[in-house]
């Protein structure tokens, strides 16, 4: 049995970490995990969640769990139908247990493939995209899908609603605040990620399930490497040359 300096061990989030209190010093083999002298604690990035929350009930752990609850997306979604492909990258996603790389070519829907993971998982969820333009596209792209409110952080606006649309730079800067608030996370040209200071956005953030969408899918052995960690593997992936013609040119984005 193990001792502990608390009755009940305690998970919190702590500035874009997980910090697991009550438990010894000598706990070993939480994913990521270091220990931390000034609190006391076992602590690691917040993308490692999923795999605390296997690793805890493995130990049959009895864990006060602090971070927030995730509500459902109650509002309405409009209705629309997804092309063949589009619904096979969705059951992809789903199979692969709702985290991966989707990779379609430019033109061919992978928006309409989100709007659809997240009506299918129904929790609160942060989309982040490269630049101001795209995060207005999908502003546009949500609230045309979605009754509900949609929250943005970019462009001066700090608005943080249960669907929120962020930019990648104001999303570095947030998610030490914000990381814990999110089940879904939708990462649009994630090929920019995987290496630099922005994939400590994807770091702090505990959501379970992601969904990264490419066009370019990248080609370094390191980088798809820690794509997988932080988002998923390729769940499904076609060509533009398996599109056109029969798609691709009746595609909108």
Known sequence: MLSSTEATPRLTFDRGTLLLRGVPRSLEDLPGALWDERVGAQRAPAFRYLEWQQAVRERGLDVQCELMALPKLAARWADFELRPYQQAALEGWGCAAERGLIVLPTGSGKTRVALAAIARAAVPT???????????????QLIAAYAGPIGQIGDGVRDVEALTVATFESAYRHMATIGHRFGLLIVDEVHHFGSGVRAEALEMSIAPKRLGLTATCPTDPLQLERLASLVGPVVYQRSMSELIGSYLALCRG
């Open 126 to 140: 942060l989309v982040i995209a490269p630049t101001l333009a795209l995060l207005e596209q999908w502003r546009r």
